[in-house]
């Protein structure tokens, strides 16, 4: 079964600065996918990033940068130019795949981040 | 606003009562799924619906729990005789398509049993 590690409870960045939250993950299938989400206070899971396994390039969307090593099983999350708004926990999740076909999302225990001004 | 919606947003009963939640994908989005998510944990699957059909059940959906999505459209949650165990936030997330994609997820609704 896949697993999905995040070792850092908390992390403190100050604004302006860059950030990476780890993601290291387990699977044997050779196709899978990988995505970052946020959750403010608020509750709500918002979408930040995907990657497939089988691309070749990082993502990225914006500020937020996947830096993907597929060899060390790892899918860090980068933060460029953090903002108070960034202040959330972020979750790592991975594309699990069933017999029905549907494929779904196992995550990891999340990073709570502090953006101090 | 035409996200995923979720009601009530919180919910306190006690322990032995039924409750209900409902959930209301994007409207084009025929993929439904519940997540059940703890204190200090990531959400956790519970079900999946693609248009009504029940397709997937986690175990971790008990007896006490049923979902249903009668006309493909919103999607209810029911918990029999809560437990205190039963004390989580139920998210609701939709899809166009495969997971692939993004999963978009409401805003959840917070389940204190007391």
């Known amino acids: 079964a896949q697993k999905i590690t995040q070792t850092q409870p908390g992390m403190f960045v100050q604004e302006k600065e860059a950030v990476t939250l780890d993601c290291t993950y387990d699977t044997s299938d050779q196709s899978y996918g990988l995505f970052w989400y946020k959750q403010p206070s608020s509750g709500e899971m918002i979408f930040l990033i995907y990657?497939?396994?089988?691309?070749?390039q990082n993502a990225t969307e914006g500020r937020y940068s996947l830096n993907f090593q597929k060899a060390r099983k790892s899918a860090n999350l980068v933060i460029s130019a953090s903002q108070l708004g960034d202040s959330a926990m972020y979750f790592c999740?991975?594309?699990?795949?069933?017999?029905?076909?549907?494929?779904?999302?196992?995550f990891g225990t999340g990073t709570r981040l502090l953006v101090s001004p | 606003d035409t996200g995923v919606s979720q009601d009530p947003r919180h919910k306190i009963t006690k322990r032995g009562q039924n409750v209900t939640f409902r959930c209301d994908p994007i409207s084009e989005h025929n993929r439904l799924y519940w997540y059940r998510q703890t204190l200090g944990q990531g959400p956790e699957f519970l079900t999946y619906?693609?248009?009504?059909?029940?397709?997937?059940k986690s175990r971790l959906l008990s007896d006490r729990f049923s979902a249903e999505r009668p006309k493909g459209s919103f999607s209810t949650l029911e918990i029999q005789r809560t437990e205190q165990g039963d004390s989580a936030m139920y998210l609701c997330?939709?899809?166009?398509?495969?997971?692939?994609?993004?999963?978009?997820f409401g805003p959840g609704t917070r389940l204190t049993v007391t």
């Open positions: 619906f693609q248009n009504e059909a029940q397709l997937e």
């Open positions: 997330a939709s899809t166009e398509r495969d997971a692939a994609y993004e999963q978009y």
């Open positions: 990657q497939g396994s089988y691309d070749e």
């Open positions: 999740a991975m594309r699990e795949p069933s017999n029905t076909g549907f494929q779904k999302l196992v």
